[in-house]
């Protein structure tokens, strides 16, 4: 069984940091694209970052390119995103996301995490 164990969320002013992790059970973690989405009130599911650990190959979207790092952790198993420089259009509910074959910034993954909420007061 494929599980995605997001956590690190929390409440931060503008400008500051937060590190995201994702805990990757039940696939072949280096080959697999593991991404983070996140979800605003009333906004669509939006895909940020994605990493595939073999190749160290990542990608982020526009909105958070520069501000945002996704890494892994093969030993562990453990996708980050570190989070610097936010902002309060960053508050979302932030989920990962795994998928087997899929490159660049996936839209369809074949699995989900639960997600973690993200706050950012201005």
């Known amino acids: 069984e494929v599980q995605l164990q997001a956590s690190g969320g929390g409440l931060v002013q503008a400008g500051g940091s937060l590190r995201l992790s994702c805990a990757v059970s039940?696939?072949?973690?280096?080959?697999?694209?593991i991404a983070w989405f996140r979800q605003a009130p009333g906004k669509e599911r939006e895909g940020i970052a994605c990493?595939?650990?073999?190749?160290?190959?990542?990608v982020y979207s526009d909105s958070v390119k520069g501000r945002f790092t996704i890494a892994s952790d093969n030993a562990k198993n453990t996708v980050y995103l570190q989070m610097n420089s936010l902002k309060p259009e960053d508050t979302a509910v932030y989920y990962c996301?795994?998928?087997?074959?899929?490159?660049?910034?996936?839209?369809?993954?074949?699995?989900w995490g639960q997600g973690t909420q993200v706050t950012v007061s201005s």
């Open positions: 990493i595939v650990s073999d190749n160290d190959d990542t």
């Open positions: 039940g696939l072949t973690f280096g080959n697999s694209a």
């Open positions: 996301a795994a998928d087997r074959s899929q490159r660049g910034l996936i839209t369809t993954p074949d699995y």
